[in-house]
């Protein structure tokens, strides 16, 4: 999700490194995938998994590429900027700034030696010392147009994201105490079906009381967005330990049930319907392109760092698998929650209370503790995408009217709908197809032409993508633009068959 890791000065090993990017990535999309792979079948669920999780790593190593290009354009300018500061102090009173400083660091190159700016720094000259943020790559290297696209993308995807958060918590606290005091105290996983009608307490209906919640995580959480709230380190730990130990026994528990000869599940091989949310689930489930500078610039050694990033795709890949295969073998399709934890407060599944209410209430501890993250970062992208350089904001535009703007749309996607399928379906088949295929593919083009202006045709980044060819980015944009087409199409024959 969105938001940085660490602070840019704290170094950690590769390995480390390796830790947080999979925390990053194996999140709340990894929650709906067990419905989204029941709805769309296992065999076509497998290969479109695999081939996202592909696609993904390639467009990762496409930012850490752009990203190295972004740290030697940055490197050259001050040592450029060094330079004509000492011929400043040489020359004499007569010459003026504007005859020597250049605009354009490009005009520049061409007046420079290349080739001996490329000596002096070649070893280091592309080395990820300094975080530089999507936003800032997208000033270096598009035009103003493509900036403007890049920030209407990943503000779209931080609505999306905000609005899952939003539905989840108020989904699960729903769940687990109207089924905790009717009748059916441990129904919740075991195929009741219930509607939003159906009664929670007393006269209050279950949709009363999704909103109800709704409101009281708004009232509760919806403050931060006025301030400014830092990610601290042990509820990184605390959080990335509750994950684990939530994934892990979610999959024992499956293992168990299906060894005992009580599995339900049998989910057929291929269903096309469903593609559209698998398809939308994967790419979230995938996504961590927008916080790679935070990521990536503490490693210490980056040497061999895109076969530390393919380590984590497939160990991501497997686990994403396991979660899912067993989830759809051990509950019939049509009991499959939306949130899988929900399925695991069944007392025939796990007769231990503590653990039917933990796997219940896991996405509120987690999601409640990045909800303010997001919502911060979200305005913050509001503020910077109409930003005049030298200009400030009015006080009730800075800290009224921007907060107002990032909390009031989700929270209102999530008072009309709280299917979560969709919702992370949606923002994954759109705004996340942006981020995670058509704007790392735009950055590294740009970042190659940049380059090779900058420091000449046979300048080598040390962080190339083995993805090199021209071909990749082709076949990357080709796909983003085929998805967005497929998703519209299957969204519009969908409705006009209800």
Same mark, same amino acid.
């Given at each position: 999700?969105?938001g940085?890791?660490?602070?840019?000065?704290?170094?950690?090993s590769?390995y480390v490194?390796?830790?947080?990017?999979f925390?990053?990535?194996?999140?709340t999309?990894a929650l709906?995938?067990?419905k989204?792979?029941?709805?769309?079948?296992?065999?076509?669920?497998?290969v479109?998994l695999?081939f996202l999780?592909?696609?993904?790593?390639m467009?990762?190593t496409f930012?850490v590429?752009?990203?190295a290009?972004?740290?030697?354009?940055?490197?050259?300018?001050?040592?450029?900027?060094?330079?004509?500061?000492?011929?400043?102090e040489?020359?004499?009173?007569?010459?003026?700034?504007s005859d020597?400083?250049?605009?354009?660091?490009?005009?520049?190159?061409?007046?420079?030696p290349i080739?001996?700016?490329?000596?002096?720094?070649?070893?280091n000259?592309?080395?990820?010392? #300094?975080r530089?943020?999507?936003?800032?790559?997208? *000033?270096m290297?598009? $035009?103003?147009? /493509? @900036?403007n696209?890049?920030?209407?993308c990943?503000?779209?995807?931080?609505?999306?994201?905000?609005?899952?958060?939003a539905?989840?918590?108020?989904?699960?606290?729903?769940?687990v105490?109207?089924s905790?005091?009717?009748?059916h105290?441990?129904s919740?996983?075991?195929?009741t079906?219930?509607?939003?009608?159906d009664k929670?307490w007393g006269?209050?209906r279950r949709?009363d009381a999704y909103?109800?919640?709704l409101?009281?995580?708004?009232?509760?959480?919806?403050?931060?967005?006025?301030f400014?709230v830092?990610?601290?380190?042990?509820?990184?730990i605390?959080t990335s330990l509750?994950?684990?130990i939530a994934?892990?026994?979610?999959?024992?528990l499956a293992l168990i049930r299906?060894?005992?000869?009580?599995? #339900?599940?049998?989910?057929?091989m291929?269903?096309l *319907?469903?593609i559209r $949310?698998?398809f /939308? @689930?994967?790419v979230y489930?995938f996504?961590?392109?927008h916080s790679?500078?935070s990521?990536?610039t503490?490693?210490?050694k980056k040497k061999?760092?895109?076969?530390?990033?393919?380590?984590?795709?497939i160990?991501?890949l497997?686990?994403?698998?396991?979660?899912?295969f067993?989830?759809?073998?051990c509950?019939?399709?049509?009991t499959?929650?939306?949130?899988?934890?929900?399925n695991?407060?069944?007392?025939e599944i796990?007769?231990?209370a503590f653990?039917r209410?933990?796997l219940?209430?896991?996405?509120v501890?987690t999601?409640s503790t990045?909800?303010?993250i997001?919502a911060v970062?979200?305005?913050?992208?509001w503020k910077t995408l109409?930003?005049?350089?030298?200009?400030?904001?009015?006080?009730v535009?800075d800290r009224?009217?921007?907060p107002?703007i990032?909390?009031?749309?989700?929270v209102?996607v999530?008072?009309?709908?709280?299917?979560?399928e969709s919702?992370v379906?949606?923002t994954?088949a759109y705004?996340?197809?942006g981020i995670?295929?058509?704007?790392?593919?735009?950055l590294?083009y740009?970042?190659?032409k940049d380059?090779q202006?900058v420091?000449?045709?046979?300048t080598?980044?040390k962080?190339?993508?083995?993805f090199r060819?021209?071909?990749w980015?082709v076949f990357v944009?080709?796909?983003?633009?085929?998805?967005?087409?497929f998703v519209?199409?299957?969204?519009v024959l969908s409705?006009?068959?209800l």
């Amino acid at each position: 999700m969105a938001g940085g890791i660490t602070d840019t000065g704290e170094l950690y090993s590769p390995y480390v490194g390796l830790v947080y990017m999979f925390n990053l990535i194996v999140g709340t999309g990894a929650l709906t995938m067990p419905k989204a792979f029941a709805t769309a079948g296992w065999l076509v669920s497998l290969v479109l998994l695999m081939f996202l999780g592909f696609m993904s790593y390639m467009t990762t190593t496409f930012v850490v590429e752009a990203m190295a290009a972004a740290n030697a354009q940055l490197r050259w300018k001050r040592m450029e900027k060094r330079k004509e500061d000492d011929e400043d102090e040489d020359s004499s009173s007569g010459v003026s700034d504007s005859d020597v400083l250049l605009q354009d660091g490009y005009e520049r190159a061409e007046t420079r030696p290349i080739l001996s700016v490329q000596r002096r720094g070649s070893p280091n000259i592309f080395e990820i010392t #300094e975080r530089v943020e999507m936003g800032q790559m997208a *000033s270096m290297f598009f $035009n103003k147009v /493509g @900036v403007n696209l890049f920030y209407f993308c990943i503000i779209i995807y931080l609505y999306g994201d905000l609005a899952i958060y939003a539905a989840a918590v108020p989904v699960s606290l729903m769940q687990v105490t109207c089924s905790a005091t009717d009748n059916h105290s441990c129904s919740v996983g075991d195929g009741t079906k219930y509607n939003d009608t159906d009664k929670c307490w007393g006269p209050i209906r279950r949709i009363d009381a999704y909103r109800l919640y709704l409101a009281a995580f708004t009232l509760l959480l919806g403050p931060f967005t006025f301030f400014n709230v830092q990610k601290t380190k042990y509820l990184q730990i605390i959080t990335s330990l509750m994950r684990w130990i939530a994934f892990i026994l979610m999959i024992i528990l499956a293992l168990i049930r299906i060894s005992k000869g009580q599995a #339900e599940g049998h989910p057929s091989m291929a269903q096309l *319907s469903g593609i559209r $949310n698998l398809f /939308g @689930v994967c790419v979230y489930s995938f996504m961590c392109q927008h916080s790679l500078p935070s990521l990536i610039t503490p490693i210490s050694k980056k040497k061999h760092v895109n076969k530390l990033v393919l380590l984590d795709y497939i160990l991501i890949l497997a686990f994403y698998s396991l979660l899912s295969f067993t989830a759809i073998y051990c509950f019939r399709n049509d009991t499959l929650m939306d949130m899988y934890t929900l399925n695991f407060t069944n007392c025939e599944i796990i007769n231990v209370a503590f653990i039917r209410y933990f796997l219940g209430l896991f996405p509120v501890f987690t999601i409640s503790t990045n909800f303010p993250i997001i919502a911060v970062t979200l305005r913050n992208n509001w503020k910077t995408l109409f930003h005049r350089e030298g200009g400030t904001y009015p006080w009730v535009v800075d800290r009224i009217v921007f907060p107002a703007i990032t909390l009031i749309p989700p929270v209102l996607v999530a008072f009309c709908t709280h299917d979560l399928e969709s919702l992370v379906g949606i923002t994954g088949a759109y705004a996340g197809n942006g981020i995670q295929y058509l704007i790392p593919a735009f950055l590294v083009y740009c970042s190659r032409k940049d380059t090779q202006l900058v420091f000449g045709s046979g300048t080598v980044n040390k962080h190339l993508s083995p993805f090199r060819h021209t071909f990749w980015i082709v076949f990357v944009l080709i796909w983003g633009f085929s998805c967005f087409v497929f998703v519209t199409a299957n969204i519009v024959l969908s409705e006009s068959k209800l």
